[in-house]
């Protein structure tokens, strides 16, 4: 599955667009390399994801095309979470 498409489907980011737009600043790394939108995610993958100030990190449990918002969030879990002062 794309990046993009899994980050919408797991709502990670609300949109498509906005998650290629993420990628294609270099702000999401997949198993420590710079991942595309276009970039092919598996089960297993460790993803660092930059919003901003904060710094998520987690692992993708499940691949679906389609979920229901109530299970999105059993698609990855939540390894770390910190806040970067710039």
Same mark, same amino acid.
């Not at 993009?4 to 906005?18: E, N, P």
């Not at 270099?26 to 092919?40: D, E, F």
């Given at each position: 599955m794309r990046l993009?498409?899994?980050? @919408?489907?797991?709502?990670? *980011?609300?949109?498509?667009?906005?998650a290629k737009e993420i990628a294609d600043q270099?702000? =999401?790394? *997949?198993?420590?390399?710079?991942? @595309?939108?276009?970039?092919?995610v598996a089960t297993g993958d460790e993803m660092k994801i930059q919003f901003g100030q904060k710094l998520l990190? =987690?692992?993708i449990d499940d691949l679906k095309e389609t979920v229901k918002k109530d299970e999105a969030s059993n698609l990855y879990t =939540? @390894?770390?979470?910190?806040? =970067?002062n710039q």
């Open positions: 993009d498409k899994f980050l @919408k489907v797991s709502r990670l *980011i609300k949109r498509r667009t906005l270099g702000r =999401i790394l *997949i198993n420590g390399n710079v991942a @595309k939108a276009a970039t092919n990190t =987690i692992q =939540i @390894k770390h979470e910190e806040y =970067i």
